[in-house]
T-cell receptor, first 118, second 113 residues
Framework: AQKITQTQPGMFVQEKEAVTLDCTYD???????LFWYKQPSSGEMIFLIY??????QNATEGRYSLNFQKARKSANLVISASQLGDSAMYFC???????????????FGKGTKLSVIP | DAMVIQNPRYQVTQFGKPVTLSCSQT?????MYWYQQKSSQAPKLLFH???????NEADTPDNFQSRRPNTSFCFLDIRSPGLGDAAMYLC????????????FGPGTRLTVL
């Protein structure tokens, strides 16, 4: 069963507007972590934001915030005031204690390609 | 700045000719990972090390091997590259906590002729 689902293969957003990238996850482990990464065309994966399953508040990092709805098992990334440099692939990922040996493994979604329009 | 470095950034090899990709880190993380990423796909974990303990994913082909001679360095050896092995290879490191993010290198793009 797929553990991370990103239903939007591609998204467009106007420069300076906000955009939400969807991510739903599936786990029976009460302890897990959710991560968002950005991958520009250059290929490097850049860590953006982290949300722990026990965190009481939604994570925020600058223009990035995570809309964490635990009961719905969703962890949507919100990018405010989009910039041209935000055009990239965005991956949602999860780590839980069932991920693999020592729970180090990240399970990635298929990604969403975001294009920012001037 | 502490970082993850991969060399080379671009590698061209011939069908069946062994190739080695390298990764080094200055973060002193005890976990290192190798991922394969094909175009428009998510990264696929090939194997990871916790210190010197090697963990191979069940579906990683035998054609792929890895070495970690010390904390800082990790190598990916492809013994007989096939056309299907052309991909981006990403190295990453992390500490071992559930909340610890993985830090990725810039990747090596492998072309097989």
């Amino acid at each position: 069963a797929q553990k991370i689902t990103q239903t939007q293969p591609g998204m467009f957003v106007q420069e300076k507007e906000a955009v939400t990238l969807d991510c739903t996850y599936d786990t029976s482990d009460p302890s897990y972590g959710l991560f968002w990464y950005k991958q520009p065309s250059s290929g490097e994966m850049i860590f953006l934001i982290y949300q722990g399953s026990y965190d009481q508040q939604n994570a925020t990092e600058g223009r990035y915030s995570l809309n964490f709805q635990k009961a719905r098992k969703s962890a949507n990334l919100v990018i405010s005031a989009s910039q041209l440099g935000d055009s990239a692939m965005y991956f949602c990922a999860m780590r839980d204690n069932f991920s693999g040996a020592g729970s180090y493994q990240l399970t990635f979604g298929k990604g969403t390609k975001l294009s920012v329009i001037p | 700045d502490a970082m993850v470095i991969q060399n080379p950034r671009y590698q061209v090899t011939q069908f069946g000719k062994p190739v080695t990709l390298s990764c080094s880190q200055t973060l002193n993380h005890n976990v290192m990972y190798w991922y394969q990423q094909k175009s428009s796909q998510a990264p696929k974990l090939l194997f990871h090390y916790y210190d010197k303990d090697f963990n191979n994913e069940a579906d990683t082909p035998d054609n792929f091997q890895s070495r970690r001679p010390n904390t800082s360095f990790c190598f990916l050896d492809i013994r007989s590259p096939g056309l299907g092995d052309a991909a981006m290879y990403l190295c990453a490191t992390s500490r071992e906590g559930l909340a610890d993010e993985q830090f990725f290198g810039p990747g090596t793009r492998l072309t097989v002729l």
